[in-house]
């Protein structure tokens, strides 16, 4: 009886511990389960109103090619070239440069310093709006810059002429980016998306007056972004300063001309790291200008930016959505809380990437009839279809981590990794692919995309996974003491 009590009592502990341990693991999987919960339903706040947004804003551009492509090849190469390179060129530097606003107010509304956000949206109408000045020439010298890139004579001087009639649409960009970062920073994505689905719907009506009633041509499709874009401004501002942001808009505040120059070199430092992104697309469709059947090749390649880009808008939905979930928490000194939350937006993300990477390698002879009934238009944008593929899935997961960046405050060096990625490795072996080695779109495409974009994404990676997020926390908390105390 002594040894079988003995043997007894030698289990109680072993069951007494191995309980508490299983309740423990479901424990810390049920808390797991929650916190992941919590974080993809703040995640998906933001996403959610970002993709619809950005859909029905990149939606009026297509809707435009769309109309363009149907006016002929010319018509549909000569609106791509102004759009995609014109456009595109201060569109990237702008919208960078309003980015400087999704770290700014994102920590700021973290960390409850809530009057700051509306001084920052007028600092940054200021220096958008000069620098729109600054950029006014390409537009004005549109058909003489494009000559001097390669471009052919009849679509650099058809795309001048459309230039000149979308300088409305390049003042609007001064004001329309920081009135979303601004909303955007407070979670109000549901207005932006409201008022974009509004304009869509302007941008549809007034497409179908100019173009098939009043038969404007080419020039009328491009007339049209100007509308649209107005609309997407007026909307915004109009919901800003008349009651919609009661705890972070006072009104307009002389102090917005206070600290300008500070606020230039932030927001300088935004516009170089994402307008180096948005320009290494727009310099592979001039570069594809310069190949033999300049026309075709560039009409196809435009389609499936077009399609890259559509597609585009829920990366850059997860972009913006992880640069406030980000900020947020490093505002509110959670490091850790801005770590899960990029781990949370990468991994949502890529999941989609894949998605759609599958659905263009399965309908991908089918693309290009929405934009164009040219059929060697059609088998060239077939041809390219892989590429366009690898592309998508790649920009899954690149802008996410761009995203991080920008809530982190890092734009300052991840400008000079982009510059070496894109334009010194990128570039220069698209260049060696699409000619030396004669592969022309096709090589010139796939230099870009493995040269360029995909070490970039491997080095973001790299950076994010060794960051100290504590660290950026408390460097998040003396950015904001410094810049509240800017007069």
């Known amino acids: 009886m002594g040894s079988y009590g003995a043997l007894e009592e030698s289990k109680v502990p072993l069951l007494k511990h191995l309980v508490p341990k299983v309740q423990e693991d479901e424990l810390v999987e049920e808390k797991f389960s929650r916190k992941l919960w919590v974080e993809s339903r703040k995640l998906w706040e933001i996403v959610g109103p ?31 070239i102004a759009n995609n390179v014109i456009v595109g060129f201060d569109f990237g530097l702008l919208l960078g440069m309003a980015s400087a606003l999704e770290t700014l107010c994102g920590q700021a509304y973290g960390a409850r310093k809530y009057h700051m956000l509306g001084v920052y949206l007028q600092r940054s109408w200021i220096v958008l709006f000069l620098c729109c000045l600054l950029l006014l020439p390409i537009y004005l010298f549109a058909s003489p ?11 650099a001087e058809l795309s001048g002429v459309v230039a000149i009639y979308l300088i409305p649409l390049h003042f609007s960009f001064a004001f329309m980016f920081p009135l979303q970062r601004f909303l955007q920073s407070q979670l109000q994505n549901n207005v932006t998306a409201l008022i974009s689905f509004v304009a869509l719907a302007v941008h549809v009506v007034v497409s179908w007056l ?27 501002l109009g919901y800003t300063i008349f009651g919609g942001c009661p705890l972070t808009w006072n009104g307009f505040s002389m102090e917005a001309f206070s600290g300008l120059w500070d606020f230039t070199k932030i927001s300088a430092a935004s516009g170089v790291m994402l307008c180096l992104e948005n320009w290494y697309y727009r310099i592979l469709i001039l570069m594809t200008g310069n190949l033999k059947n300049a026309e075709i090749a560039v009409d196809a390649l435009s389609i499936c930016m077009t399609i890259n880009g559509w597609e585009m808008m829920i990366p ?24 899960f939350a990029t781990i949370v937006s990468v991994i949502t993300s890529l999941i989609i990437g894949v998605l759609f990477w599958g659905l263009i390698m399965l309908f991908n002879d089918q693309l290009a009839s929405i934009f164009t009934s040219s059929e060697p238009v059609l088998q060239a944008v077939d041809h390219l279809s892989v590429l366009l593929a690898f592309t998508v899935l790649l920009n899954s997961v690149q802008p996410v981590l761009s995203g991080v960046a920008v809530g982190s ?14 334009y010194l490795i990128g570039v220069p072996l698209g260049f060696l692919m699409g000619w030396f080695f004669h592969y022309g779109v096709i090589g010139i495409w796939a230099g870009m995309i493995f040269g360029g974009t995909a070490v970039q994404t491997l080095i973001l990676a790299i950076i994010t996974i060794r960051c100290d997020w504590e660290k950026e926390a408390e460097k998040a908390n003396m950015h904001i003491m410094k810049w509240s105390e800017v007069k």
């Open 50 to 80: 970002a993709i619809l947004a950005r859909v029905a804003s990149f939606s009026m551009l297509v809707i435009t090619q769309a109309f363009a492509g149907h006016l002929g090849d010319l018509e549909l190469a000569a609106i791509s």
């Open 145 to 155: 810059v494009l000559k001097l890139l390669g471009q052919p004579n009849d679509v």
């Open 210 to 236: 100019f173009v098939y009633k009043f038969q404007l041509g080419v020039v009328g499709t491009a007339m049209t972004l100007n509308f649209s874009w107005w609309v997407l401004v007026l909307g915004h």
């Open 316 to 339: 850059l939905a997860f972009f913006a959505a992880t640069g406030v979930r980000v900020s947020n928490e490093l505002g509110a000194r959670n490091g850790k809380g801005a770590k």
């Open 409 to 422: 405050g890092w734009q300052r060096y991840i400008a000079y990794i982009n510059l070496g990625c894109y």
